[in-house]
């Protein structure tokens, strides 16, 4: 069985947020509503400063906590390997937000981040939480995946980009935009990454970039502690992504 | 003693009833109008990582009193201790009161309230904590209201069905460590996780269900301690403030552990003691709400003070709520994963919506224990 995961390479990634700007026009979404992000992190003091970065989508985790606390089974895992949100089922209750350990899931019923308030330009009709100009077509949203504009009072997140990866042919080992017969169903932010630093494919095809990447490169996930074990993977030259704690500045 | 007539269900409107009840309806009009006229700036949550705010605190408040509540009726009800009975009744009233206050700020909170009615049941989502406190609440409403009518129809405490009550101590007991578990589970939260918070949620709901119930005791008798029957008094004075010593011990005991312990710790996330030993709520719940009335409870020649034990028992309550807000709020004040973006502290203070949902949950509460007092003949114990 297909077990869709995400490489992605910080020693070419330039944190220039291609990626955080096509998965925010590919799925609609609002300003603050950041399902894919570029996390900057600053060490030190001047002039002896330090900034890291990391790209961070969902991490899509094998054995999800948002799954397991979500008391409807709103939140759920598809046999390929991907967490979504039915939004027919979810009651709001932000029990997921807390218990995510990588803060990628949003609650958009909030004050805005940006004014004008965008759901005041655009008013959402029908079930539609706001209507840009711009927004997913309608033929591939799909509430019970949590694709495309929510309703109100829902908890949304990254979707891996299933309405495009799960029409991929089956048993294809990655989807790569410079592959014409996969371009189609590779992620919006893997598709755009000008320096091709994220890699999308079958984590359970050994013979997938993928799962290539992750052995050569010793890819590393985040946050083991935690036993979510997440389906995004990162090289780092061998060592671990750097994110420092807000303690590692107080304490150096 | 009470008499058959003086058991029979007789409604009298207080004054006490009449002000409650106009309250409750001017504060949830105005919780209406707020959250009309203010739409997605009617609370204080953010993105960024309090996800959970004020109403929460006061939901879980309110639910944890309930059940504390039920547990001290359950001392007579269900363990035939006989000389709890005079209280019996009014512990599941009250326990009643503070449910329905509670669960109406959590459907003015939740977006989806009905929908959890079914969605939960449904899918059996047996991996949540949230899911098993849902269903006991829902098992806990039925089995105090059933309880609530026998009592209401006559039955004296030791006549109340035992297996029923025995189902009401065990389902409360079952909420308020489950309410600890929902925290508690979640290991990448260190100001939370910890296997002992079901315990104190334990304890800390009886010390809540004691401090009403000695409190709402004089409010019952309209606020006059020389009305209140004198064996009802020796039991506040005796072994119920006693016990909310003990419980108001406890809960200091795990609060200075965890504190310290915590000021100790230099793990990501335990930052966030040393700003919670640095605001005026952690001590106003540390002194105000323990020490005080650990000092009156503890010490016979004072809690033998009918006006002490009516301070006492606010205080305990007052303390409570500071130290849940504490709890639940700082729990979530450092954001986790969200880089240079968000502040290293995240800052939170309950909306103007958020507290007057919190008046409307008090005068509701309020309301309904008035109604369920003036109906019955619990002043006739
Ligand atoms: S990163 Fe968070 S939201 Fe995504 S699957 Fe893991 S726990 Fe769930
Ligand atoms: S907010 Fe929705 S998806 Fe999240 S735990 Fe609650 S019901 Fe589940
Ligand atoms: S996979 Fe799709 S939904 Fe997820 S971060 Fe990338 S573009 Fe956004």
Redesign the interface.
């Known amino acids: 069985m297909t077990k869709w995961g995400m490489v992605i390479d910080l020693e070419k990634c330039t944190g220039c947020q291609a990626c955080t700007t096509a998965c925010a026009m590919e799925n609609s979404r609002l300003p ?2 950041a399902w894919q ?1 570029v ?4 060490e030190g003091r001047y002039p002896n400063v330090k900034v890291s ?2 790209p ?1 989508p969902c991490m899509h985790c094998e054995n999800p906590s948002c ?8 939140t759920y895992k598809t046999e390929d390997g991907v967490v979504l949100v039915d939004w027919d ?7 997921c ?3 995510c ?4 899931r ?8 940006v004014q004008p ?1 965008l ?1 005041e330009v655009f008013p959402g009709d029908g079930d539609r939480i706001w209507n840009p100009p711009y927004r997913m077509p309608d033929h591939l949203a799909d509430r019970k995946k949590g694709i495309g504009i929510q309703p ?3 908890v949304s997140k990254c979707t891996f980009c299933y309405h495009k990866i799960s029409k991929a042919p089956k048993g294809v080992a990655d989807l790569d935009e410079d592959d014409p017969a996969t371009r189609e169903y590779t992620p919006a932010c893997v598709r755009v990454c000008p320096p091709k630093a994220r890699y999308f494919g079958d984590l359970d095809n050994p013979n997938s970039k993928v799962s290539q990447l992750i052995a050569d490169k010793r890819g590393v996930r985040l ?1 083991e ?3 979510n074990k997440p389906q995004v993977y990162y090289l780092a030259g061998g060592a671990a992504p750097v ?1 420092p ?4 500045q ?2 150096g | 003693m009470a008499t058959v007539t003086s058991l029979r269900p007789q409604f009298k409107a207080s004054p006490y009833l009449i002000g409650a009840g106009i309250l409750f309806i001017v504060t949830f009009i105005y919780a209406v109008y707020l959250k009309v006229t203010l739409g997605y700036a009617a609370f204080n949550t953010t993105n960024y990582g309090v996800f959970w705010g004020f109403p929460i605190v006061v939901y879980d408040y309110f639910l944890l009193t309930s059940v504390g509540l039920a547990l001290v009726a359950a001392v007579p009800l269900a363990l035939g201790v006989r000389a709890l009975d005079p209280i019996a009744k009014r512990c599941v009233w009250l326990a009643i009161a503070a449910l329905v206050g509670g669960v109406a700020i959590l459907f003015m909170e939740l977006a989806h309230p009905l929908r959890a009615l079914w969605a939960t049941p449904l899918n059996l989502q047996t991996a949540s904590p949230l899911f098993w406190k849902i269903l006991c609440v829902g098992a806990y409403t039925i089995v105090l209201v059933l309880t609530a009518l026998a009592l209401a129809r006559g039955a004296r405490p030791g006549e109340v069905p035992r297996p029923l009550a025995i189902l009401l101590g065990l389902l409360a007991l079952a909420i308020a460590a489950i309410a600890g578990s929902v925290y508690g589970m979640l290991v990448f939260r260190p100001f939370w996780y910890g296997g002992e918070l079901p315990v104190v949620f334990i304890i800390e709901s009886v010390m809540g269900g004691l401090a009403f119930v000695i409190f709402f005791t004089y409010v019952a008798y309209g606020m006059a301690p020389d009305t209140v029957p004198q064996g009802t008094r020796e039991l506040l004075a005796g072994p119920l403030g006693v016990a909310l010593a003990v419980a108001v011990l406890l809960h200091l005991l795990f609060t200075l552990a965890r504190t310290v312990t915590g000021l100790w710790s230099y793990g990501e996330g335990m930052q966030v003691w040393q700003y919670t030993v640095s605001q005026p709520l952690y001590w106003l719940g540390l002194i105000g709400g323990g020490v005080v009335p650990l000092v009156v409870f503890a010490t016979p020649t004072l809690r033998t003070q009918p006006w002490l034990q009516i301070v006492g028992g606010f205080l305990v309550a007052v303390g409570l709520l500071a130290s849940r807000y504490e709890f639940l709020i700082n729990g979530q004040l450092v954001p986790p994963f969200k880089g240079s973006w968000a502040p290293s502290l995240l800052e939170y203070a309950p909306s103007q919506f958020e507290w007057v949902l919190f008046f409307m949950g008090v005068f509701l509460a309020n309301t309904i224990y008035a109604g369920l007092e003036s109906w019955s003949s619990t002043r006739q114990e």
């Open positions: 603050g509503e992000d996390l900057f992190y600053h970065w990391l961070r799954v397991a606390v979500c008391p409807t089974k709103a089922k979810c009651i709001g209750c932000k029990y937000m807390i218990a350990p990588y803060g990628v949003f609650y958009m019923d909030e004050k805005p981040v308030d759901r109100k009072g829902v946050k502690e935690t036993g994110v704690g807000e303690r590692s107080e304490r």
